[in-house]
């Protein structure tokens, strides 16, 4: 089934769970992941990246097929543009068929950020469409851009762009990074952002980087009132390494069976997730 992040995050919210968001860079990875979801009887997120779309497979041709894939699930499934820096973009999203945008102003000054978030919130709510947005940065692991403390979400900024744009969730920094986590590698959170900025708003919040965080600070960021946890890097990897033990054991291995080793490994992790967050059994027809 098809459908906006609204009422799945809402219900998330209320029964303090959270939900997985998997970035995808191809179908097999929608696939993939809705295929991963149902066995888990799992409402889930397919985050599509702006920035993969533009440098890697056009969103004319990836986003109508994942569509078709969402509207065939046993499950519930809301197809994301994930860090949509473009306004243009993100507004041709919404009128494309996505059922969720999420609108990343954060590098730009506070007021900038409120001004054209409030104004893509406004247009998405006439569509059903709901809206993610981000106060405070994050940092990569690709070229030690860590996140530091002074990227750290102000809880006080983010009440006040919560109660002024009225998103339906909020991004928050709070010490997770972009990318896949050096080996032993584990951040330090400071739970105390989501737990005032949820205690003040009472809104659905979101982790981005929840790659290689950990399942203790994944199950502590819940808690604290995240509902949406943003993973790609952990699945991405997992698929890479299939092909690449694949082709250890037969180099000559065709494409297509190299591409069918992907498909498992990337379920694997996508269940595994879901579990730590809590949303096995949580989709609506099976509640």
């Not at 994301?80 to 059922?99: A, T």
């Amino acid at each position: 089934m098809f459908v906006p992040m609204t009422d799945m995050l809402a219900r998330a919210n209320k029964g303090h769970y959270g939900i997985m968001a998997i970035n995808c860079l191809n179908l097999e990875g929608v696939y993939a992941t809705i295929k991963a979801a149902e066995a888990e009887n799992a409402p889930i997120i397919i985050d599509l990246l702006e920035e993969h779309m533009e440098k890697h497979i056009l969103r004319e041709y990836v986003l109508p097929p994942a569509i078709k894939m969402a509207k065939d699930a046993m499950v519930e499934v809301a197809i994301n543009l994930d860090h949509g820096k473009d306004p243009d973009y993100v507004v041709e999203s919404i009128n494309q068929g996505f059922s969720s945008v999420m609108i990343d102003q954060s590098e730009k000054s506070f007021d900038e950020n409120v001004r054209v978030t409030s104004k893509i919130v406004q247009m998405a709510s006439q569509k059903n469409v709901s809206v993610e947005a981000e106060v405070g940065n994050m940092g990569a692991v690709k070229g030690d851009h860590f996140t530091q403390e002074d990227m750290y979400t102000d809880p006080d900024k983010a009440i006040s762009f919560i109660k002024r744009t009225h998103v339906t969730a909020l991004a928050l920094s709070f010490g997770s990074t972009h990318g896949v986590m050096p080996k032993d590698f584990v951040p330090v959170f400071n739970f105390d952002i989501p737990k005032k900025v949820k205690e003040a708003t009472g809104i659905p919040l979101v982790l981005h980087g929840g790659s290689g965080c950990g399942e203790e600070n994944i199950r502590k960021a819940v808690a604290a009132g995240v509902n949406k946890i943003n993973v790609g890097s952990d699945v991405m990897k997992a698929q890479a390494d299939a092909i690449y033990n694949s082709q250890q054991k037969e180099r000559n291995e065709e494409w297509v069976d190299l591409l069918n080793d992907t498909l498992p490994a990337a379920e694997e992790v996508v269940r595994a997730y879901i579990k730590i967050v809590g949303s096995s059994d949580k989709n609506p027809s099976t509640m």
